[in-house]
């Protein structure tokens, strides 16, 4: 299996920025594209931003302009930059990877997500 690790989370005030990292380990081939998503309180779950292995990104019209997603393909991480955050921004992010890895038998498509990371907008 693939495990994905979230770290940057935190309490941050209007205006304000954090950055948010992923790394994905185990036995990967590939990974085609990494993402966020969040999900507020009472909300569905919604994607913020992508990026595939071919560099291509793509965000929600609520952050666009004011967040960036970008991978390090070596280390098989992504992050996300996120500025002039908003009390709006607050949720849990999660960190979303799909690809291909190695079982020790044959190679399976795989489509992880990591544990969450709380980010709370507020003065």
């Known amino acids: 299996q693939v495990q994905l690790v979230e770290s940057g989370g935190g309490l941050v005030q209007p205006g304000g920025s954090l950055r948010l990292s992923c790394a994905a380990s185990?036995?990967?081939?590939?990974?085609?594209?990494m993402g966020w998503y969040r999900q507020a309180p009472g909300k569905e779950r919604e994607l913020v931003a992508g990026?595939?292995?071919?560099?291509?990104?793509n965000y929600s019209d609520s952050v666009k302009g004011r967040f960036t997603i970008s991978t390090d393909n070596a280390k098989n991480t992504v992050y996300l930059q996120m500025n002039s955050l908003k009390p709006e921004d607050t949720a849990v992010y999660y960190c979303?990877?799909?690809?291909?890895?190695?079982?020790?038998?044959?190679?399976?498509?795989?489509?992880?997500w990591g544990q969450g990371t709380q980010v709370t907008v507020s003065s």
């Open positions: 979303n990877a799909k690809g291909t890895y190695y079982t020790g038998d044959y190679y399976q498509s795989f489509n992880s």
């Open positions: 185990g036995r990967i081939r590939y990974i085609n594209i």
């Open positions: 990026a595939t292995s071919v560099d291509s990104t």
